[in-house]
């Protein structure tokens, strides 16, 4: 079994700051990529960014300039640093993670979401 597990979103005022974590536990062998997705109210779910490397990153064009992502591999553990936070970033964030679980099979895996909510 694997377990995705965010934290850290909160209530923001519009131009804050606040730092997402997701801890990947389990039967991991070892993981591809990470990434956040994002769902706000009454919309689908959309990505918000990935990252393979510290080099080998992506961002929605919504974030780029704003969201810092990074990994600590010795973790597990993905972040997300968001700064100059708009009302349109208020969403559920939701962690993702491509891996190989112990047995060697690969595939996708998603948390539970936390919920950011950017309002005065």
């Known amino acids: 079994q694997v377990q995705l597990v965010e934290s850290g979103g909160g209530l923001v005022q519009p131009g804050g700051s606040l730092r997402l974590s997701c801890a990947a536990s389990?039967?991991?062998?070892?993981?591809?990529?990470m990434g956040w997705y994002r769902q706000a109210p009454g919309k689908q779910r959309e990505f918000v960014a990935r990252?393979?490397?510290?080099?080998?990153?992506n961002y929605a064009d919504s974030v780029k300039g704003r969201f810092t992502i990074s990994r600590d591999n010795a973790k597990n553990t993905v972040y997300l640093q968001m700064n100059s936070l708009k009302s349109e970033d208020t969403a559920v964030y939701y962690c993702?993670?491509?891996?190989?679980?112990?047995?060697?099979?690969?595939?996708?895996?998603w948390g539970k979401g936390t919920l950011v909510t950017v309002s005065s």
């Open positions: 993702h993670a491509d891996l190989w679980v112990a047995t060697g099979t690969y595939g996708d895996y």
């Open positions: 389990g039967s991991i062998k070892s993981i591809y990529a």
């Open positions: 990252i393979i490397t510290a080099t080998s990153t």
